[in-house]
C-alpha cells in the first residue's frame, strides 16, 4: 500500500538559513502532495500543494519541489524567520494520511 | 469566523470514563473527519463520515464511536476512555474527499488520568 515518510522529526536553525525538508512517498501512480503547516496552538492548515506535472509549487516564500528520481517532495525556504517555528506535514492528494511531521525550530 | 469549531478545547476524564468531543463546521462540506495527534506520530484517522447519519472506520478505530447527526455535526465518543488516549484530538472537514483542502478546528486536548 501507500506509505509517506518524514524522516526528519525535528530540524533547528537560526533566522536567514536555507530550510530543506523531505517528505518520500511511495506510489504506482502520479502523486498531488499538499504541504499542511501547524503553529503551535492551532490546527494544521494549507501551506502549498505540489504535482509532478507542475513540479513546483511556490507560497509564502516556502517553494516545493517534487524529484521523481527518488519519489520525493521538498519544502524549502532560502531564509526562515522566527515566525516559520511549527510543525510541516505532507499529505498525498486523495488519502486521508498524513506524514510523522517535521518539527522546525528557529533560534532567534 | 472559525469555520470548524471543537469544543471543548481542553478536558480531563478519569479512566473508564465516557467523553464526547464535539465539532461544528459552518464550511458546508460533506466530508468530516476527527484525527488524533501524538508527538511522534503525526495525525491518525480515527473516524470520517461523507453524509449525515453515516460514519466510515479510520486507521486506528478501536476504542472510539463516531456519530454525524447532521451536515454540519460530527461527535467522537470514547465510551471507556483509557490512558492511552490522552492525545490531541483534531476535527477537520473538506468538500469532497482527499483530492481537496482539509480543514482542520483548533484542537482539543484530552487527558485521561
Known amino acids: 500500500g501507500d506509505s509517506v515518510t518524514q524522516k526528519q522529526g525535528q530540524v533547528t536553525l537560526s533566522e536567514d538559513d536555507f530550510l530543506f525538508i523531505n517528505c518520500t512517498y511511495s506510489t504506482t501512480t502520479y502523486p498531488t502532495l499538499f504541504w499542511y503547516v501547524q503553529y503551535p496552538g492551532q490546527g494544521p492548515q494549507l501551506l502549498l500543494k505540489?504535482?509532478?506535472?507542475?513540479n513546483k509549487g511556490i507560497s509564502r516564500g516556502f517553494e516545493a519541489t517534487y524529484d521523481k528520481g527518488t519519489t520525493s517532495f521538498h519544502l524549502q525556504k532560502a531564509s526562515v524567520q522566527e515566525s516559520d517555528s511549527a510543525v510541516y506535514f505532507c499529505a498525498p492528494r486523495g488519502k486521508l494520511i498524513f506524514g510523522q511531521g517535521t518539527k522546525l525550530s528557529i533560534k532567534p | 469566523e472559525a469555520a470548524v469549531t471543537q469544543s471543548p478545547r481542553s478536558k480531563v476524564a478519569v479512566t473508564g470514563g465516557k467523553v464526547t468531543l464535539s465539532c461544528h463546521q459552518t464550511n458546508n462540506h460533506d466530508y468530516m473527519y476527527w484525527y488524533r495527534q501524538d508527538t511522534g506520530h503525526g495525525l491518525r484517522l480515527i473516524h470520517y463520515s461523507y453524509v449525515a447519519d453515516s460514519t466510515e472506520k479510520g486507521d486506528i478505530p478501536d476504542g472510539y464511536k463516531a456519530s454525524r447527526p447532521s451536515q454540519e455535526n460530527f461527535s467522537l465518543i470514547l465510551e471507556l476512555a483509557s490512558l492511552s488516549q490522552t492525545a490531541v484530538y483534531f476535527c477537520?472537514?473538506?468538500?469532497?474527499?482527499?483530492?481537496?483542502?482539509?480543514?482542520f478546528g483548533k484542537g482539543t486536548r484530552l487527558t485521561v488520568v
Open positions: 477537520a472537514s473538506s468538500p469532497t474527499g482527499a483530492n481537496t483542502e482539509v480543514f
Open positions: 505540489v504535482t509532478t506535472a507542475n
